[in-house]
T-cell receptor
Framework: ETGVTQSPTHLIKTRGQQVTLRCSSQ?????VSWYQQALGQGPQFIFQ???????GRGNFPPRFSGLQFPNYSSELNVNALELDDSALYLC??????????????FGEGSRLTVL | EDQVTQSPEALRLQEGESSSLNCSYT??????LFWYRQDPGKGPEFLFT???AGEEKEKERLKATLTKKESFLHITAPKPEDSATYLC??????????FGTGTRLTVIP
């Protein structure tokens, strides 16, 4: 069983640039969510995708956008990067049905530094 | 407004010294409370789900309990490999988890 994989693991960008982060969900999981984790903080929910549609969004501006593909992999795009966007970006997957919707399988994250 | 507060922020224990981590929460309509473990530079790893007051779950040296206002993660006779940050989260809406800032546990041999 393949777990959640994310790429790249680390990247450095400058303010104003755009970034795309990628995630392959765990085998059999059709729901993907993205979280932002600043240093010393807990993860914050960005949005969730189910069957290629966004079906939940946290308190993040529209310059944070995403996609989910037919194979359930996903992308997170951030435009017009700001210094405060520096964080660990976590992708998590789960099955889309059942009661246990909080039992997420996380990848190891993409560490973004904005200079 | 949904809120999750974890205490203490950091905890140092001697190997074998049992203790408890606290997670107090305010959420309208709790749909589930979750505990995760996070090692440095890694993503969180799911540990437990609790749904109703009085519920308890156990796994090896860890036991999670839930009341109407808080949850405890009890660690019995910890080992150095239990060192990690322990995160508590509540299910706040249909599709997202609301996390606390975690307790960083260090177990000294």
């Amino acid at each position: 069983e393949t777990g959640v994989t994310q790429s790249p693991t680390h990247l450095i960008k400058t303010r104003g640039q755009q970034v795309t982060l990628r995630c392959s969900s765990q085998s059999g999981h059709n729901t993907v969510s993205w979280y932002q984790q600043a240093l010393g903080q807990g993860p914050q929910f960005i949005f969730q995708y189910y069957r290629e549609e966004e079906n939940g969004r946290g308190n993040f501006p529209p310059r944070f956008s995403g996609l989910q593909f037919p194979n359930y992999s996903s992308e997170l795009n951030v435009n017009a990067l700001e210094l405060d966007d520096s964080a660990l970006y976590l992708c998590a997957s789960r099955t889309g049905t059942g009661r246990n919707t909080g039992e997420l399988f996380f990848g190891e994250g993409s560490r973004l530094t904005v200079l | 407004e949904d809120q999750v507060t974890q205490s203490p922020e950091a905890l140092r224990l001697q190997e074998g010294e049992s203790s408890s981590l606290n997670c107090s929460y305010t959420v309208s309509g709790l749909r589930g409370l979750f505990w995760y473990r996070q090692d440095p530079g890694k993503g969180p790893e799911f540990l437990f789900t609790l749904y109703s007051a009085g519920e308890e779950k156990e796994k090896e040296r860890l036991k999670a309990t839930l009341t109407k206002k808080e949850s405890f993660l009890h660690i019995t006779a910890p080992k150095p490999e239990d060192s990690a940050t322990y995160l508590c989260a509540v299910q706040a809406g249909a599709n997202n988890l609301f996390f606390g800032t975690g307790t960083r546990l260090t177990v000294i041999p």
